[in-house]
């Protein structure tokens, strides 16, 4: 393949200061891909995933396994600034779970544990589906003994512990299938694929006879009502909870943020290229790239998109460090989709978001004012 990262990120007008365009372009040689590499790996991703899921949907159309929903790109990656090496790269999707035929999901709040984020189980109930019709089985009102013999095994017996959706044994029947189904992929003639350990998620590494690889992680996830809001089976914190419990992701409605930020923008935007920027700077340092995300969604709705051409570049990596190093002062960032008033209005978010008090994302420096004196002491030489 032929690397044409360097055209795709030094396309700018002649009048750039030439100081500037030669400290990004080697920044962006030597730490990041392009953005349009990203996008192209992303559609590879889209589509083998398309193809995976359209063969489950044959394989599993008669049983009571949950129903796959089509993917959906997540992340730095698939959002188009991740700040990794090529080589490090993982394209996150989540694929939404709904219940099959005789089902149904009921979200219930989780009060096991005191977690930061808030956690959730899901519940199965079966549902009547007499119809009158001599074939159809119903779960509540035909007997064990009928089931067996047709093998027919409702979900609560196959991906459930007692009533509540278990993610460890969705991960595993989904590995599995995968392993067996490569085969007649029609991607498996293009890449070998290698099933990674994982409890929560099904991770693959898909690897092309030239050697170069690809790095997959698909997250189940179930949609809470029509909302662009998850619960994810993959947690971000480093402890991981009990299988039967499911963490509130808003993974979706930031992939949508970026993408309604992506039609409003002018032609080559830095905003991207910003959020790159700042995250190899933050590398290393105990700020996390969640905090640099959040400070960037909000001051792209601050600061007028028509001010986020690529000549403004190093003026909106300064206003991103100064609004961070503000936020840590007053120990206070607000979460973005928590009572903001300046959301996009494609962005469906449940109605207690709307009016909700915003999360603090410092909260934890605001309780500890050591931490905190040690933060600015340590953004002060960044």
Partial sequence: EVDNSRDSETEESE???????N???????????????????????????????????????DSFFPVLEPAIGVGSACEGWSPHKEEDVVYCMFV?????????FHLEPDTTGDRPQTSMS?????????????????????SEEELKRNQVASLLYTLCTGRYLDVEKIALWFQTFVISAWSVVPQSCHYDVQVLPSSRSCKMKLTKASGR???????FSVQQGDSDIFLSSQPTEARLPPSTTWLESYAVAE??????????????????????????????????????????MHLLTLIPLSEWQHGYLLLRV????????CCLEEKQLKHFFFGNEDMPEEISLPPAFQGAQPLNLFQHLAQDPAAQTEALQEFDKL
């Avoid at 300064?318 to 190093?325: G, S, V």
Wanted: a positive charge; glycine letters at 2%; charged letters at 20%.
């Fill in 255 to 296: 992939a949508k943020f970026f993408s309604h930020v992506a039609r409003q923008a002018p032609p080559r935007s830095c905003h991207l290229k910003c959020l790159r920027l700042c995250a190899r700077l933050l590398e290393g340092s105990r700020f996390s790239i969640y905090a640099l995300k959040t400070t960037v």
């Fill in 96 to 104: 939404p779970l709904k219940p099959p035929p005789g089902h149904a």
């Fill in 15 to 21: 009048e750039e200061n030439p100081a500037e365009m």
């Fill in 122 to 142: 899901v519940r199965v109930e079966l549902v009547c589906t007499c119809t009158g019709e001599q074939n159809t089985l119903c779960f509540l009102h035909h």
């Fill in 213 to 219: 690889s690809l790095f997959v992680e698909m997250i």
């Fill in 318 to 325: 300064d206003d991103i460090m100064r609004y961070l190093h």
């Fill in 23 to 61: 400290m990004i372009w080697i920044f962006s040689r030597r730490f990041q891909l392009s953005v349009p590499k990203l996008a192209s790996r992303r559609r590879v991703v889209q589509e083998l995933l398309s193809d995976l899921l359209h063969v489950s949907h044959r394989l599993f159309s």
